[in-house]
């Protein structure tokens, strides 16, 4: 299983991002991905999960509204859609997936992260 | 909002152990199985230590046990190690289609 997260940089305060999750490695269309970040110095704070095939996505309130989630079968890739970003949203962003094939199982697979830097 | 209350430091001298505490509520810990536990080194992304509460995942020696009575969650560490040393976070359903954190634990050996 290998999970390659893309797209973090720097942006301004009010600015948009999208993050990409290349999978591969693992039938990708049987399992719920996730987004979790850690902002530098702190904990782990979940943001995201998408179902199988996308039909499902929930949010943490600290996103709702603000970030979107995706997935495309034929690429093995997740997105995030991040917009009306603020300085509290910077964070290492991890791609993640599920332990087994419904929601909420735990988290076996990890990605290195991709960092977003929000500040003017 | 939910929230996981862990120990901020533990720590055990080699061959001893030690368990890691997660308290939760009705509603998340103690409703249900989807806890999970999480080891990371630090400037390295999170390992899956315990999945639905007891599971270990392939690779992860049996020194790891998960267990949960009432709303608390406990990851226990026999025969500590020098290379357990590590922060250790918990993880949980909420119950309302979200999971959250734990603060995190350091381990010290």
């Not at chain 1, 993050?19 to 979940?46: D, I, N, T």
Request: hydrophobic fraction near 30%.
């Amino acid at each position: 299983v290998q999970l390659v997260e893309s797209g973090g940089v720097v942006v301004q305060p009010g600015g948009s991002l999208r993050l990409s999750c290349a999978a591969s490695g693992f039938s990708f269309e049987e399992y719920s991905m996730h987004w979790v970040r850690q902002a530098p110095g702190k904990g782990l704070e979940w943001v995201s999960v998408i179902s199988w095939f996308g039909e499902n996505t929930y949010y943490a309130d600290s996103v709702k509204g603000r970030f979107v989630v995706s997935r495309d079968r034929y690429r093995s890739s997740m997105y995030l859609q991040m917009n009306s970003l603020r300085s509290d949203d910077t964070a290492m962003y991890y791609c993640t997936k599920e332990a087994r094939g419904t929601f909420w199982t735990g988290f076996d697979s990890w990605g290195q992260g991709t960092l977003v830097t929000v500040s003017s | 909002q939910s929230t996981l209350t862990q120990p901020r430091s533990v720590s055990g001298s080699p061959g001893q152990s030690v368990t890691i505490s997660c308290t939760g509520t009705s509603n998340d810990v103690g409703g249900h199985n989807y806890v999970s536990w999480y080891q990371q080194e630090p400037g390295k992304a999170p390992k899956l230590m315990i999945f639905d509460l007891i599971k270990r995942p392939s690779g992860v020696p049996d020194r790891f046990s998960g267990s949960k009575s009432g709303n608390t969650a406990s990851l226990t560490i026999s025969g500590l190690q020098a290379e357990d040393e590590a922060d250790y976070y918990c993880c949980t359903y909420t119950g309302t289609n979200s999971v959250i954190f734990g603060a995190g634990t350091t381990l010290t050996v």
